[in-house]
């Protein structure tokens, strides 16, 4: 059973940082693409970044200039680096990977770790 590892979050205060991590469980497994989102409270989950094999990069407009999205391929690692964060940061951020598994493309989600931005 494949699973994605996080790790990384925490409490920072306003204008911190912080780098999330990702790791798929399985290295026999081909990554398509790999994506972060986020979920407030009482909001539904939200688009951040996305990196795919091609090695292009996408973002939400509302981290653009403040997050960067990273891959480590030897380690099968998807990072997330968050700089000049804001209160309204404040969330539960989620990996989401699609790979291809003994010739089946499947989707698989993180567990979620905590990043709360104090003010």
């Known amino acids: 059973q494949v699973q994605l590892v996080e790790s990384g979050g925490g409490l920072v205060q306003a204008g911190g940082s912080l780098r999330l991590s990702c790791a798929v469980s399985e290295s026999t497994v081909s990554i398509i693409a790999m994506y972060w989102y986020r979920q407030a409270p009482g909001k539904q989950r939200e688009f951040i970044a996305a990196f795919s094999s091609g090695g292009n990069t996408n973002y939400a407009d509302f981290v653009k200039g403040r997050f960067t999205i990273s891959r480590d391929n030897t380690k099968g690692t998807v990072y997330l680096q968050m700089n000049s964060l804001k209160p309204e940061d404040t969330a539960v951020y989620y990996c989401?990977?699609?790979?291809?598994?003994?010739?089946?493309?499947?989707?698989?989600w993180g567990q979620g770790t905590q990043v709360t931005v104090s003010s």
């Open positions: 989401h990977a699609d790979l291809l598994r003994v010739g089946i493309r499947q989707l698989y």
